[in-house]
């Protein structure tokens, strides 16, 4: 028997109660002030935050974090230290514990425990059974002007609430696995700055390297692109491609072999989030968002992928609310022209490195995923309980 189930034999040999939400929290709502109020907006002292504050630091945030917008509040009562934010609408199914006094965007709930369930509550528990709740959040979805959370079913959604004892020993456990797998991040973080590193060692030349552009290195397929509307679409298993990646999955294709995509539009092509170059095989369907690229030889292919994605862009890039590559300035970037024998030494080596810290069957990505599996899989069995009878 483990220790926690020891202490539930000890303290709750009968089961866990359940307690409702709207029962054992206080429930506020997020807001973002008027940006024409200066008073709100000035450098102050109170954090405000947004959903990509989560994604940016993870679901323990404070003060300490960068890059989070603060005010000078000048009246209102704030959301208070140790209160849960779960996303409700919009982009729905994340949460954060945030451990010092704050205010938030509208995009959020606040739930801040109640005086009388002060004692038999570790926020750091409920954090952790937050997990539980996005999920039920994802299912429970109503749609206006845009999604938003059931409120109704959500304030009756009920939460365990087990002796402090079991929750403390709960959080100790999955504190450990969130250790390690922080761990595993960072590591993984500093094996793909290293590999930026020496992509740009080995992607720089002496003079004597030949700059072609690229419209000399390849074949411009784009007048076989077509769009598709959503509605005109057969849904099957052949990848529909636009700017950014696959879009959907249709019927037919109308191209087969090996390619290299390049993004037209979008805001991407500034904000580089996802690479604007990548290769793809087989048969597919492109759309007109994304040029079409043929070369002689993967090593060809692959080195002016790796290349584009790691130049700045800009100066071939028009439009600034729509940004747009157009096939003319596509056609003049500069590209290193070395041997091929140099080309497919590149390739290789980086290809190589590329795997070490993207493919999710070896190394670090394996670790971590495998890592992620096991945590969320002693996280549901550590979070469900045998409910108390009334």
Same mark, same amino acid.
């Given at each position: 028997?483990?220790?926690?189930?020891e202490?539930?034999?000890?303290?709750?040999?009968?089961?866990?109660?359940?307690?409702?939400i709207s029962?054992?929290?206080d429930l506020r709502?997020?807001?973002?002030?008027?940006?024409?109020?200066?008073?709100?907006?000035? +450098?102050g002292?109170?954090?405000?935050f947004?959903?990509?504050?989560?994604?940016?630091?993870?679901g323990?945030? =404070?003060? *300490? #974090?960068?890059?989070?917008?603060?005010?000078?509040?000048?009246?209102?009562?704030?959301?208070?230290?140790?209160s849960?934010?779960?996303?409700?609408?919009?982009?729905?199914?994340?949460h954060?514990?945030?451990t010092?006094?704050?205010?938030s965007?509208?995009?959020?709930?606040?739930?801040s425990?109640k005086?009388?369930y002060s004692d038999?509550?570790?926020?750091?528990f409920?954090?952790?059974?937050?997990?539980?709740?996005?999920e039920?959040?994802r299912?429970?979805i109503?749609?206006?002007?845009?999604?938003?959370?059931d409120?109704?079913?959500?304030?009756?959604f009920?939460i365990?609430?087990?002796?402090?004892?079991v929750?403390?020993?709960?959080v100790?456990?999955?504190?450990?696995?969130?250790?390690l797998?922080?761990?595993?991040?960072?590591?993984? +973080?500093?094996?793909?700055?290293?590999?930026?590193?020496?992509?740009?060692?080995l992607?720089?030349?002496d003079t =004597?390297? *030949? #700059?072609r552009?690229?419209?000399?290195?390849?074949?411009?397929?784009?007048?076989r692109?077509?769009?598709?509307t959503?509605d005109a679409?057969t849904?099957?298993?052949?990848p529909?491609?636009g700017?950014?990646?696959?879009?959907?999955y249709?019927s037919?294709f109308?191209f087969?072999?090996d390619?290299?995509?390049?993004s037209?539009?979008g805001?991407?092509?500034?904000?580089r989030?996802?690479?604007?170059?990548?290769s793809?095989?087989?048969?597919?369907?492109?759309n007109?968002?994304?040029?079409?690229l043929r070369f002689?030889t993967y090593?060809?292919r692959?080195?002016?992928?790796?290349?584009l994605n790691s130049?700045?862009?800009?100066?071939?890039i028009?439009?600034?609310a729509q940004p747009?590559?157009?096939?003319?300035?596509l056609n003049?970037?500069?590209i290193?022209?070395?041997s091929l024998?140099?080309k497919e030494?590149?390739?290789?080596?980086?290809?190589?490195f590329d795997a070490?810290?993207?493919?999710?069957s070896?190394?670090?990505?394996?670790?971590?995923?495998?890592?992620?599996?096991?945590?969320e899989y002693?996280?549901?069995?550590?979070?469900?309980?045998?409910?108390a009878?009334a």
């Amino acid at each position: 028997m483990s220790r926690i189930d020891e202490l539930i034999a000890e303290h709750c040999p009968g089961g866990v109660r359940y307690v409702e939400i709207s029962r054992l929290f206080d429930l506020r709502n997020g807001y973002t002030p008027s940006k024409s109020n200066a008073s709100f907006w000035t +450098e102050g002292t109170v954090p405000w935050f947004r959903m990509e504050d989560i994604r940016a630091n993870g679901g323990i945030l =404070d003060r *300490a #974090l960068q890059q989070i917008p603060e005010i000078a509040v000048k009246g209102g009562k704030l959301f208070p230290a140790n209160s849960l934010l779960v996303a409700t609408s919009a982009t729905i199914g994340e949460h954060a514990l945030v451990t010092v006094p704050h205010l938030s965007n509208q995009r959020f709930t606040s739930l801040s425990v109640k005086a009388e369930y002060s004692d038999q509550v570790d926020m750091k528990f409920v954090y952790y059974y937050g997990f539980v709740l996005d999920e039920w959040c994802r299912n429970n979805i109503t749609t206006s002007s845009f999604a938003s959370v059931d409120m109704a079913g959500f304030k009756r959604f009920r939460i365990p609430v087990p002796p402090l004892e079991v929750q403390w020993e709960i959080v100790q456990v999955l504190d450990q696995f969130t250790q390690l797998e922080a761990e595993l991040d960072a590591e993984l +973080e500093a094996r793909r700055r290293q590999y930026e590193h020496y992509r740009s060692e080995l992607l720089k030349f002496d003079t =004597d390297t *030949a #700059l072609r552009p690229l419209g000399d290195l390849a074949e411009n397929l784009d007048r076989r692109r077509m769009p598709v509307t959503r509605d005109a679409r057969t849904p099957g298993d052949i990848p529909y491609y636009g700017a950014s990646g696959v879009v959907d999955y249709v019927s037919d294709f109308i191209f087969d072999g090996d390619f290299l995509l390049v993004s037209e539009d979008g805001a991407n092509l500034l904000a580089r989030s996802t690479p604007i170059a990548f290769s793809i095989s087989g048969k597919t369907w492109v759309n007109n968002h994304a040029h079409v690229l043929r070369f002689d030889t993967y090593a060809e292919r692959r080195f002016v992928e790796i290349y584009l994605n790691s130049i700045d862009l800009s100066p071939f890039i028009s439009g600034a609310a729509q940004p747009k590559l157009n096939k003319a300035n596509l056609n003049r970037i500069p590209i290193p022209d070395p041997s091929l024998d140099e080309k497919e030494r590149i390739v290789g080596l980086l290809d190589r490195f590329d795997a070490l810290i993207n493919d999710p069957s070896i190394g670090l990505p394996a670790e971590l995923a495998a890592r992620r599996k096991q945590y969320e899989y002693y996280r549901d069995r550590l979070l469900t309980f045998e409910e108390a009878t009334a």
